[in-house]
C-alpha cells in the first residue's frame, strides 16, 4: 500500500508540472460539455419559439378555389405569398420551406360534399422545414374538422356520433422522468465517455511516455512490486476522472441553475450526483486498467494515442443500440459493460429506485471486470521487455 500511494503520488506530481495539460484534463470537460449543451438547447428553443410564434408565409397555388380555406388560414396565422416561378425547383433549392396546391376541381367537390384535395408540397429530408409543415398540417384538419361537424349539424346529426370512442389519456410519468427526458439523451453518453478516457492523459503519459523517454525501467527496478506500480498509476488516473466527472456534473447544476427554458432541464441534485459517481467509479477502473494494459503493450506513445480513435467508440455504442432498438429493464442488463452503467444513469437522471440486489450486481460484475484487467495491466507490467524502449 505505501508503495503504490507512493507511485500515485508520484505520478500526480509529475501531472501537475504540466499546468497546460493537467488544466485540460480538469476543465476541458466541465467548461466545454455544458456550454455545448446549453448553446444546443438555446437554438433549439429559438428556432421553435421563432417559427411558432411568427407568421407563415406559404405559397398558395390554386388560392382562388377556395377563399374561405385561405382565410381560415390566415386566421392561424397562415398567409399567402407570391407564387415563384418554378415552386418544386424552389422547394427543392430551399428557397420555400412548403407550399400548397389546390386542385382547380375543388370547389367542386366541396360543393358535392366530396373530399377536396388538397396537395402539402414539401422535401420530407429538409428538418428546417418540419415545423412549418406540422403548422399547416395542423391547420388543415382543425378546418376538415369544423366543416365536417357543420355538415353533420346541417343535416340534423349531432357530430358526436362520428366519435365512438372518447378516448383519455393519463401519464404516470413522473416529474422527474420528465425532467430527465433531456439529460437521458446526452447525459449518459458524455458521463460513460468522461469516465471511460478521463484518465488518458496521465495513464498514457506514465505508461507509454515513460517508456519512451526511457524513465520507467528506473522504477520497475525498485522494491515496489509490480502490482503496487500498476495500482499506483491506476489510482492517480482515477483521482483526475474523478475530479473530472466531480466538475462536470456541478457545472451542469450550475449552468442550469442560471439558464432559462429547458436549458433548466440540465439541472442535477446533490443526491443524484453522488449516485452517478457511485455508478461510474467502475467505468473509471475499466478504464484506466484497459488503458494500461494497452499503452504496457505499445511501443511509443503515438502507438498507444492511435487506440484512442476505437476506445471513445465504445460508451456509444449503447446509446445508439437503445435508440435503433429500445429494450425494457433486464437483470442481466447489469452485466454487459457499458449498457449496466447506461441503464444505471438512466436510472438515476429519471428519479426511479435502484434495489440492493441491482446495486449489487452491477458493482460485482464491474469490479470484476476491472480486476481481470488490473491483473492483465500487472502481466504486462511483469514482462522484462517493458522497460526496453522502441
Not at 129 to 143: D, K, M, S, T, W
Request: glycine fraction near 6%; include cysteine.
Amino acid at each position: 500500500m505505501n508503495a503504490m500511494i507512493t507511485v500515485m503520488l508520484k505520478e500526480l506530481r509529475d501531472l501537475s508540472r504540466d499546468r497546460r495539460t493537467l488544466a485540460l484534463a480538469l476543465l476541458l470537460g466541465p467548461l466545454l460539455y455544458p456550454a455545448l449543451m446549453l448553446g444546443i438547447g438555446k437554438l433549439v428553443e429559438m428556432r421553435a419559439t421563432t417559427q411558432l410564434e411568427k407568421p407563415l408565409e406559404v405559397s398558395i397555388v390554386g388560392a382562388q378555389h377556395a377563399p374561405n380555406l385561405v382565410a381560415y388560414l390566415a386566421s392561424q396565422g397562415i398567409r399567402s405569398k407570391k407564387l415563384p416561378v418554378d415552386l418544386d425547383a424552389a422547394i427543392r433549392s430551399q428557397n420555400e420551406d412548403v407550399a400548397l396546391v389546390i386542385d382547380k376541381d375543388f370547389a367542386k367537390h366541396w360543393r358535392e360534399g366530396q373530399p377536396a384535395k388538397i396537395d402539402i408540397v414539401q422535401d420530407s429530408t429538409r428538418r428546417d422545414a418540419e415545423i412549418p409543415v406540422a403548422r399547416i398540417r395542423a391547420a388543415l384538419q382543425g378546418y376538415a374538422q369544423q366543416m365536417g361537424a357543420l355538415r353533420l349539424l346541417a343535416r340534423g346529426i349531432n357530430p358526436s356520433v362520428t366519435r365512438p370512442l372518447n378516448i383519455g389519456s393519463r401519464d404516470l410519468a413522473t416529474a422527474e422522468a420528465k425532467r430527465g427526458m433531456l439529460l437521458s439523451f446526452i447525459l449518459p453518453v458524455l458521463l460513460l465517455l468522461t469516465a471511460f478516457i478521463g484518465g488518458a492523459y496521465l495513464i498514457l503519459d506514465a505508461t507509454a511516455g515513460e517508456r519512451e523517454r526511457q524513465s520507467l525501467e528506473p522504477l520497475l527496478a525498485t522494491p515496489a512490486s509490480r502490482g503496487a506500480i500498476v495500482s499506483g498509476k491506476i489510482a492517480a488516473a482515477c483521482v483526475i476522472g474523478l475530479m473530472t466527472l466531480l466538475l462536470t456534473l456541478l457545472s451542469f447544476k450550475l449552468s442550469a441553475q442560471i439558464s432559462t427554458g429547458m436549458s433548466r432541464q440540465l439541472d442535477v441534485s446533490f443526491m443524484a450526483i453522488g449516485k452517478m459517481l457511485l455508478i461510474l467509479v467502475p467505468m473509471l477502473l475499466i478504464g484506466t486498467a484497459l488503458l494500461s494494459f494497452l499503452a504496457a503493450a505499445s511501443k511509443s506513445m503515438k502507438e498507444a494515442q492511435s487506440h484512442m480513435t476505437w476506445l471513445m467508440l465504445l460508451p456509444m455504442l449503447p446509446g445508439y443500440v437503445l435508440m435503433a432498438n429500445p429494450v425494457k429493464d433486464k437483470l442481466w442488463q447489469l452485466l454487459v459493460p457499458f449498457l449496466a452503467q447506461n441503464q444505471m444513469l438512466l436510472k438515476v437522471i429519471r428519479g426511479e429506485s435502484i434495489t440492493m440486489m441491482q446495486w449489487g450486481v452491477y458493482l460485482a460484475a464491474a469490479l470484476a471486470l476491472a480486476a481481470l484487467l488490473w491483473l492483465a495491466a500487472v502481466w504486462r507490467y511483469g514482462q522484462e521487455k517493458l522497460a526496453i524502449s522502441a
